[in-house]
């Protein structure tokens, strides 16, 4: 299996407060990774110093043998990070083909592609962005990551507040998606039992550090694992929610085109939607706080 991603000695965190100390951890080829922790242990965090809207302090990030480390988020999209962060970041003012038609890179993945893994989405091709159920919001936000046909796929907490049903429809999918040639993929995910089945590795966090890193077949076998990282073992905890304001395809979010607010507590205001950085988001945060 050839490497696909590499992160090495990653050093990460927001203005002056490091949430990743160092962290190296490396994805092969169809490889498919859960990323599992606590609230707070710095999941969103590593996915973000991937996507490249945190700050780095140190170390480095490659996708196949290309340095992204220097590389601003936009620029990491093209070259082949696909993200579905945990606001969905869809386009309310686009239709559902445009919102992926906008960012559409040559290969595989097409729009046409998209609507036979999501036919959903065929269905509702000429609706809006705030026309969408969040079922549907969160396929086109899978849709959208496709459609840059990426390399790696970077999917934070994709199955948060689905109706079951859904949640089912959507993993099936991801796991098609992510077992496809030629990418890997990274799925957060606060309920583990949920995704054990899809992923091949787990990886757990504590304090933006590793602190298990196994197949999933071994977790299975014992889950007493899960229970010691994550307390009560598979139990979705509850959580706290992060506003990024960026779009990392360097897309300008105008005031009728903000992306499709999340629907639970703390959404982010309209005035954060348009910062600039995540180390701006960072400050918005710490205030709630
Ligand atoms: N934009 C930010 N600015 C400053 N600190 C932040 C920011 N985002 C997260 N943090 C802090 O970084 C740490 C890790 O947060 P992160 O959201 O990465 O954790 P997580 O494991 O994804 O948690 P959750 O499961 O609640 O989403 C926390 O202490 C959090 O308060």
Not at 229 to 256: K, Q, Y
Request: aromatic share 4%; glycine share 12%; proline share 4%.
């Amino acid at each position: 299996m050839s490497e696909l991603l590499a992160i090495t000695d990653l050093r990460a965190g927001y203005g002056e407060a490091v949430v990743i100390p160092k962290m190296t951890l490396s994805l092969g080829e169809g490889q498919v990774l859960a990323l599992l922790g606590r609230n707070g242990t710095g999941k969103t965090t590593l996915i973000n110093s991937i996507v490249g809207v945190t700050r780095r302090f140190s170390g480095t990030v490659k996708v196949g043998a290309r340095d992204f480390t220097t590389l601003r988020a936009d620029q990491r999209a093209r070259g082949g990070i696909g993200w579905v962060p945990q606001e969905r970041n869809i386009f309310r003012s686009l239709t559902v083909e445009e919102n992926m038609t906008a960012v559409a890179q040559p290969g595989e993945w097409t729009v046409n592609k998209v609507y036979e893994m999501f036919p959903r989405l065929e269905e509702r091709k000429n609706n809006f962005g705030n026309q969408l159920s969040g079922g549907e919001q969160q396929m086109l936000a899978v849709g959208r990551a496709l459609v840059l046909n990426p390399k790696v796929l970077l999917l934070d907490e994709p199955t948060e507040g689905l109706a079951p049903i859904i949640v089912e429809e959507l993993l099936s999918a991801i796991g098609k998606i992510s077992r496809t040639g030629g990418i890997c993929s990274i799925i957060v995910e606060q309920n583990a039992r949920k995704i054990l089945g899809l992923a091949d590795r787990v990886v757990i966090l504590e304090r933006g550090t590793i602190v298990h890193d196994a197949a999933s077949e071994t977790l299975k076998a014992d889950p007493s694992v899960l229970d010691h990282f994550l307390g009560v073992a598979g139990a979705a905890g509850t959580r706290t929610n992060i506003n990024l304001p960026t779009d990392h395809l360097g897309v300008s979010h105008a005031e009728n085109q903000s992306p499709v607010p999340r629907r639970r507590s703390r959404q982010p205001s309209a005035s954060g939607l348009h910062q600039g950085s995540a180390r701006q988001a960072g400050k918005g945060r710490n205030q709630r706080r």
